[in-house]
């Protein structure tokens, strides 16, 4: 069998360089930041810029926080309320027409949505040479990484964290929305002293599913991608939940439950749905947890929970107090695994060009491992 050591020992091909990257959030966290804006700032999306401000008429632009292939992320200060948020500053020339349209989609979804588990999305602003999306600034940083700071970690702390990440995908469920890019670096918190306070970012390979089953384009994560999208099956929502049940096992075991060292064998497994709690290291974990892990990382997309099931699921509803069920062991394989997750993320950043040859490069990946099998 397969050591797990094995995996954390060395960087294998599985991550995120298909992946639109999310930006890097502040470190710096003295400076109190507010939880929600004051009563004089407008608080869906388009408020300053629906009154056809310019934006620099209405923040004071601060220092980078992130940065992408085409765009980058500035802490910015709201000139009338005096809040702080993240504001994304895309250059329209680098931008595709299919780039500029996923933009759209995104901005759309964004402010239909408000949700305590999902970013928000306060302003849109179009001008001639750039878009800036000014957004909640999410200061506490990437929840992995939050995680592995702990000293104590419980199966209790990770039915928490899964059942807020449920109760986001629900929501978008709800409103007919997939995000389709669910992985650890969208995972973000709020400030550096609430773990409660989890949001999900980067929708911006978030779709509108108009019925079931009408979904064609192939793009994700390696690693945390549905089957049906490797596949080259239409899907829905439901590729949504795949990742939930990946990211599950990771939070319980410290590690994933798809590991090769290349894409092609990595692509075989999942479609196979090849995996297997090993009795070494899952033994401390409760048998209600990897019965809904189970029924995550089921194949069938019509066979897998949805969100609303999965939150009606004993674990998730249940009484039972896990916060004794001690995980120290699947903390140290965690910390392990965020450690080598960050590296690759490192890496591959500097070759991410934009999101349609993202979509392209998963594709052709996709293809080739495909015709490796014939």
Not at 182 to 210: T, Y
Request: with cysteine.
């Amino acid at each position: 069998m397969e050591k797990v050591e094995e995996f954390v020992a060395c960087c294998y091909e599985m991550g995120c360089i298909f992946s639109s990257p999310s930006p890097t959030p502040p470190t710096k966290t003295d400076r109190s930041l507010p939880t929600k804006p004051q009563d004089d700032r407008p608080r869906q999306a388009g408020g300053d810029a629906a009154k056809g401000s310019i934006m620099k008429n209405c923040y004071n632009v601060e220092e980078v926080i992130g940065s992408g292939a085409f765009s980058t992320v500035h802490r910015v200060n709201h000139r009338a309320s005096q809040q702080y948020y993240a504001m994304k500053c895309v250059i329209r020339a680098k931008l595709t027409q299919e780039d500029d349209d996923a933009l759209q989609d995104e901005v759309a979804i964004l402010k239909q949505f408000d949700h305590v588990h999902i970013i928000k999305l306060y302003d849109f602003f179009v001008e001639p040479e750039k878009y800036y999306l000014v957004l909640e600034e999410m200061s506490g940083g990437e929840l992995f990484d939050r995680i592995v700071k702990k000293s104590f970690y419980t199966e209790g702390d990770a039915r928490d964290l899964c059942r807020f990440l449920l109760e986001a995908m629900k929501y978008c469920h709800d409103h007919n929305v997939a995000h389709r890019d669910l992985k650890p670096e969208n995972l973000l918190l709020q400030n550096s002293s609430d773990d409660s306070n989890i949001k999900i970012a980067d929708f911006g390979f978030a779709k509108r599913v108009k019925e079931p089953k009408s979904l064609t384009t192939q793009c994700g994560t390696p690693g945390y991608v549905a089957p049906e999208i490797l596949k080259g099956h239409p899907y829905d929502e439901k590729a949504d939940m795949w990742s939930v049940g990946v990211i599950l096992y990771i939070l319980l075991g410290g590690y994933p439950p798809f590991i090769e060292e290349n894409q092609k064998q990595l692509f075989r497994k999942i479609k196979a749905g090849s995996y297997e709690f090993h009795k070494e290291y899952w033994l401390d974990v409760s048998s209600e947890a990897k019965n809904l892990i189970s029924s995550l990382l089921t194949v069938n997309p019509d066979k897998r929970l949805s969100a609303t099931e999965s939150l009606q699921n004993i674990w998730i509803s249940g009484k039972d107090p896990l916060a004794n069920k001690d995980l120290g062991p699947s903390l140290e394989r965690f910390k392990k695994f965020n450690a080598k997750r960050k590296l690759r993320a490192a890496v591959h950043t500097v070759i991410i060009a934009n999101k349609m040859s993202r979509i392209l490069n998963f594709t052709n990946a996709i293809k080739a491992a495909a015709l490796d099998e014939e």
